[in-house]
C-alpha cells in the first residue's frame, strides 16, 4: 500500500488561509496524516476549517475525514449540524464546514472498487475576527 501524503500550501501572505490536499487516494492507498503544523504554522490556530471530498466513488467507497489528539485514537469528524464528514457511493462530492479541531487530521477510505479515485481537500483559515 502507497501512502498518500497531503500537500499543504498557503494560500495568503500572512499565513492565515492554508490549503491541505490529499490527491488520488485509492482502495490500495493509506492516507498519510496531516500534523498539526504545516511547516512552522500551527493549524490549531487556523480553526475555520472547510473540507470537500470529490472524484470517483468505485462501488461501495466511503471515505471519511478524521481526527485525533494523540495521533493513535482517531475518530470521525462532524459538520455543523452534527453529522459524520462522510462521502459514500451514493452520496458523492461533498463539501462540508469542520466542527472539531484536532491536531491531526486523516481522510480514510472503506470499501470502494478498482475505478476509486478520491481527492480531499481542506481549507483552513484563521477566524475572520482574528485575519490580518
Known sequence: MAEVAPTVAVISGDGSVVSITWETITTTDTS????????????????????????TFGTGATLVLEGSNDGTNWFT????????????????????AVTENPLYYRPSLSGGSGTT???V??????SNDLRT
Open 32 to 55: 498519510g496524516t496531516m500534523v498539526g503544523t504545516a511547516g512552522k504554522l500551527p493549524m490549531a490556530r487556523l480553526a475555520d476549517k472547510t473540507v470537500q471530498i470529490s472524484g
Open 77 to 96: 469528524l462532524t459538520d455543523p449540524q452534527g453529522n459524520a464528514i462522510s462521502a459514500t457511493t451514493a452520496g458523492g462530492n461533498i463539501m462540508e
Open 117 to 119: 479515485d478520491l481527492d
Open 121 to 126: 481537500i481542506m481549507i483552513a483559515a484563521l
